[in-house]
T-cell receptor, first 116, second 111 residues
């Protein structure tokens, strides 16, 4: 298995532009997570989906951020309009979540976003 | 509000020494405590995990010590090696819910 796939790996954009980050989870996994990592705030959960349904989006910073999961093999995180403070590494992770199992989250390689 | 508090923020250890990273939590509903290891430019990866029904779990040079009454758990890296230099995150989860991560510890092992 190729693991969690994220694209692009690096994104440089100007303030005000729309940014779309993409994620392909591991086949068969039913949960998908979007995280943001910065030096100041560490690893923050933005939103997670279970069976393609958003379960908890309380970590989404503001209305400029939106996430979708149209099917089990694809998710997007969109920032519109982007701001310099959105500069961070964004990780996608997937897992096979169950009530009695303690399955690990598998992280993708991340997308390093720089907003100028 | 940080659900899981991690310390120290950074740690420098000589090769062959013991690295110790500590975490504390308040939510007694947490029932799964993993540690993740992250190398520069990579995503975090599961290193070792423990459930609260045991006080210690060892995998090779890595050991988790768990103190349920104190609501604390720690990672011990024995015989630390330069290749262990990475950022380590503790985490906690209640049931099938999402993980809450600590703020991370940057470990540097000096040859």
């Amino acid at each position: 298995d190729a693991g969690v796939i994220q694209s692009p790996r690096h994104e440089v954009t100007e303030m005000g532009q729309e940014v779309t980050l993409r994620c392909k989870p591991i086949s068969g996994h039913n949960s998908l997570f979007w995280y943001r990592q910065t030096m100041m705030r560490g690893l923050e959960l933005l939103i997670y989906f279970n069976n393609n349904v958003p379960i908890d989006d309380s970590g989404m910073p503001e209305d400029r951020f939106s996430a979708k999961m149209p099917n089990a093999s694809f998710s997007t995180l969109k920032i519109q309009p982007s701001e310099p403070r959105d500069s961070a590494v964004y990780f996608c992770a997937s897992s096979l979540m169950g009530q009695v199992t303690y399955n690990e989250q598998f992280f993708g390689p991340g997308t390093r976003l720089t907003v100028l | 509000q940080q659900q899981v508090k991690q310390s120290p923020q950074s740690l420098i250890v000589q090769k062959g020494g013991i690295s110790i990273i500590n975490c504390a939590y308040e939510n007694t509903a947490f029932d799964y405590f993993p540690w993740y290891q992250q190398f520069p430019g990579k995503g975090p990866a599961l290193l070792i995990a423990i459930r609260p029904d045991v006080s210690e779990k060892k995998e090779g040079r890595f050991t988790i010590s768990f103190n349920k009454s104190a609501k604390q758990f720690s990672l011990h890296i024995m015989d630390s090696q330069p290749g262990d230099s990475a950022t380590y995150f503790c985490a906690a989860r209640a049931g099938a819910n999402n993980l809450f991560f600590g703020t991370g510890t940057r470990l540097t092992v000096i040859p």
